[in-house]
């Protein structure tokens, strides 16, 4: 190979990221807003974000009252909060948190009621994730009813099991310092000086240990919503790269949301003690709008790889 295809090659390499870059920006993502618009991708991000804002509260409420079993009472409202607002931009939730609390901690039985409902306002949100899925995937035909309610409520359990062993294995010393077993392992931890650094330092880590940890599990479950929801299955490369988009995007968004009301628009001033309730209101149609677009963006890859596949094929 003489110089000149030597340097050919080597262009080609250096500039192949900025084209693909460029492809995204100004190809695919403008796709991905035509496609929005022709399938309604308003509504159903609307649809979403009603179900979801309308089921915050009772799912605070089970969470609450399922953790008060292991933490104390002064402890429980700090430790929801700081694994809330690792999801959440920058709002004051704590005093909403810490109402809930106070309610739940002496009732918290009661609070348990709210599962039935739980379930079904779920699996009206899933209903329409499946309707948004469908129109993005191009499915013509969807599932039966009581077969897709049945599924859906496996989606929901699977994933309130995985949400909850995140939260159990990432605070697990936490738990047991609330129980009988706390004296037993600390007695017998104590006498082994490695072990029991290790134990103090795993104590300290919250669940979610950082922006990168939030990603990726952020992903796993867009992924497992993408994946499993939708009648018609699309290639995982596709459903992968359009979850990870949405949950970069919605990290991406998260700071500069939380730089804006905290810098730029004071919401305090103008819908006073309402404030977090209006900034929730907004965040949560953020993020119903990341996932659809998350949705859109994976069937664009999907039929790039599937135009790729076919040039093969022919060559």
């Not at 900025?18 to 399938?39: I, P, S, W, Y």
């Not at 309402?274 to 965040?283: D, E, G, Q, S």
């Amino acid at each position: 190979m003489n110089l000149k295809g030597i340097q050919n090659k080597l262009k080609h390499i250096i500039l192949r990221p900025f084209r693909a870059a460029g492809d995204f920006l100004f190809v695919d993502l403008r796709t991905v807003m035509k496609n929005f618009g022709d399938h309604d991708g308003e509504l159903s991000t609307c649809a979403l974000a009603f179900f979801l804002l309308i089921s915050f509260i009772p799912l605070s409420l089970v969470i609450i009252a399922t953790m008060s079993f292991f933490y104390k009472s002064d402890a429980l409202a700090t430790f929801y909060i700081a694994q809330l607002k690792n999801q959440l931009p920058s709002i004051n939730i704590e005093r909403f948190i810490s109402i809930i609390d106070r309610i739940i901690f002496k009732k918290r039985y009661l609070a348990f009621i709210w599962i039935p409902f739980l379930f079904w306002w779920g699996s009206f949100v899933f209903d329409i994730i499946e309707r948004g899925l469908e129109k993005a995937f191009r499915i013509d035909e969807s599932r039966r009813y009581w077969k897709a309610k049945i599924r859906h409520f496996v989606i929901i359990l699977g994933m309130a099991i995985f949400i909850l062993a995140m939260t159990l294995f990432s605070n697990f010393i936490a738990i047991l310092k609330n129980t009988d077993i706390a004296r037993f392992v600390e007695e017998n931890l104590n006498e082994l000086g490695i072990l029991n650094t290790l134990i103090t330092k795993i104590e300290n880590i919250p669940l979610v240990l950082s922006s990168v940890t939030t990603l990726v599990v952020n992903m796993f479950l867009i992924f497992t919503i993408y994946r499993f929801v939708p009648p018609k299955k699309l290639s995982n490369r596709s459903l992968l790269k359009g979850a990870l988009f949405a949950s970069f995007s919605y990290e991406i968004v998260k700071i500069l949301f939380s730089y804006y009301i905290k810098e730029i628009n004071d919401y305090t001033s103008i819908f006073g003690s309402l404030n977090t309730i209006v900034i929730l209101m907004i965040w949560i149609w953020y993020t119903c709008f990341l996932f659809v677009i998350g949705a859109e963006l994976a069937w664009v890859f999907h039929e790039k790889e599937e135009e790729g596949r076919e040039l093969e094929f022919q060559e």
